[in-house]
């Protein structure tokens, strides 16, 4: 007791005015608008896929497209909840990516079930897998660098969610930049590697966001 | 909080005060030793400090202060259950080798003294008092505030590390 009274007044002597952290919307904002601007800049310089125009139209692609933006915008916020301790008293917010995911998952299936005949697969495989790792590395550095500053009692959930977020935008860049339309290919080398992403970033979690 | 994230020390103080208090009932109902709890308690209170920058004035303190007592509790309890699961292989390996003596050996500590050195320190320390000085097992453990089963443990946790030396 006398232990617990003296860290109290040491504490209470340590004590300066200190900065409030931003609100998790503002500070998902702020990630958000610099991945954009990434993601952006990286399409310019790669170049968008030539048939974008007509891929526009395609009410599947569009959902698709717009899945994977919700995605990341879902994740981006619900990271910025998990960086706070009590998740900001937002604790539906937090988990509105499983929402997203279900949706984007019920839309592959019905891609897969439309796509007869099947469209031809690439010759590549495991090097769109590659290059969205790659893509995905700069927004999870940013993101976990980011998230250190603050004080996350869900570690594990918030190390996968900041990889998911980061996994979307290089998914993003490769579907608006490779001219490929094979769900199989896909599923395969685009989306089931975000799962794996997924459970790896629950360990990055561990390793880089427990205080 | 507001008062005390402004650095108003007296505020700040009364609310780690008011945090203990409300805290104190909520880890002694998950906690079996009044020592855990100071522990805990401490531990709590330190990174509620840390993390002080993460209130937001305009919500309730409490779910906030709350979210942190349990993070660190199942931190606590994983850490403690993880070391009681280690103390638990070691008791089965213990038992199964309760024929050989624990306390003798096939070699002279003299002989093995320098890999001992290499040991970590409190089983270097055992070996020592157990075969230089020739104590027991129960009396190095009052010399070291230990109880005599963990002596026993870290001496033959010592011995199994020595003997795959040797063996080599």
Redesign the interface.
Known sequence: ?E??DE???K???????????P?PYLLSLKWMGWAAAYLFVSLALSGLRPDVMLKLHQPLFVAEIALLVGIFISTSVSAALL???????KRVVAYSPVAMFALFLLLILFAWNADNPPAPLPVHNFECTLGIMLMALLPAAWTFNAMRK??S?HYHWAGSIAVLSAFSVGALWLRLHEVNDSIIHLIEWHYLPMIACGVAGLWLGKKYLK? | MRQSLDGDQRAYAELLRETSRFLRPFLAKRLSFTNEVDDLLQEILLSIHKARHTYDGNRPYKPWAYAIAKFRLQDYLRAHYADQLHHAEDYDELEESLQEPVTETDFSYESISGEVQKLPEKQAIILQLMHQDGYTAKEVAEKLGMNESAVKVAAHRAYKVLRSKLER
């Open positions: 007791m232990n617990l860290l109290i007044n504490l209470a002597q340590d004590t300066e005015a200190v900065k409030p952290a609100h960086a706070f301790p009590d998740l900001h008293q603050y004080a009692t205080w």
